[in-house]
T-cell receptor, first 112, second 116 residues
Framework: GEDVEQSLFLSVREGDSSVINCTYT??????LYWYKQEPGAGLQLLTY?????DMKQDQRLTVLLNKKDKHLSLRIADTQTGDSAIYFC????????????FGSGTRLSIRP | NAGVMQNPRHLVRRRGQEARLRCSPM?????VYWYRQLPEEGLKFMVY????????ESGMPKERFSAEFPKEGPSILRIQQVVRGDSAAYFC??????????????FGNGTRLTVT
């Protein structure tokens, strides 16, 4: 089946690293994505990783993929107040390649 | 380079009326997807279209909902005889290609439908 799960909330102190976790069920997933949604806005693609990669780094963002455990994480270094948003994990399963399946999102809040 | 354009941003309809939501994909994109987001929930896939074709409508309710992407003009998501449960944010996304390869979705800012 196709399912993507994330924890709903994460609170981090400004300047610390944030780690947002995600698990998925479809082992045939080809690409996995992280999107960011700010209040009242659409989803902004942050980064993505192909399923044959273990890690991808893009400035403050690091994506780790554990394909054996079907676990994906997004690490945001030096978290800033502007990082406050909802972060969605998503997968493109091989079995249903015409659509991308989203998790319910993790709401990241930053405390001073 | 305009992104995905959706209109209207906000739409209020009374129960029983029709709602028409429009989406113009990014320039050069021929694949359109519609998603629905209920309050405090993630996005649920509704339908995937290419020009003049519905490719996958497995997430769309069988009744009252329809979608099209004509040869000319925007994609339209149409909801007939709206009910309160249809109140949600409807997001359109586009991509340059559909299946296979890396083809991330680019989203519009959504249409927030409120049914009174």
């Amino acid at each position: 089946g196709e399912d993507v799960e994330q924890s709903l909330f994460l609170s981090v102190r400004e300047g610390d690293s944030s780690v947002i976790n995600c698990t998925y069920t479809d082992s045939s997933s080809t690409y996995l994505y992280w999107y960011k949604q700010e209040p009242g806005a659409g989803l902004q693609l942050l980064t993505y990783i192909f399923s044959n990669m273990d890690m991808k780094q893009d400035q403050r963002l690091t994506v780790l993929l554990n394909k054996k455990d079907k676990h994906l994480s997004l690490r945001i270094a030096d978290t800033q107040t502007g990082d406050s948003a909802i972060y969605f994990c998503a997968e493109r399963p091989y079995s249903s390649a015409s659509k991308i399946i989203f998790g319910s999102g993790t709401r990241l809040s930053i405390r001073p | 380079n305009a992104g995905v354009m959706q209109n209207p941003r906000h739409l209020v309809r009374r129960r029983g009326q029709e709602a028409r939501l429009r989406c113009s994909p990014m320039k050069g994109h021929s694949h359109v997807y519609w998603y629905r987001q209920l309050p405090e929930e993630g996005l649920k896939f509704m339908v995937y279209l290419q020009k003049e074709n519905i490719i996958d409508e497995s997430g769309m309710p069988k009744e009252r909902f329809s979608a099209e992407f004509p040869k000319e003009g925007p994609s339209i998501l149409r909801i007939q005889q709206v009910v309160r449960g249809d109140s949600a944010a409807y997001f359109c996304a586009s991509s340059p290609s559909g299946t296979g390869g890396n083809s991330p979705l680019h989203f519009g800012n959504g249409t927030r439908l409120t049914v009174t």
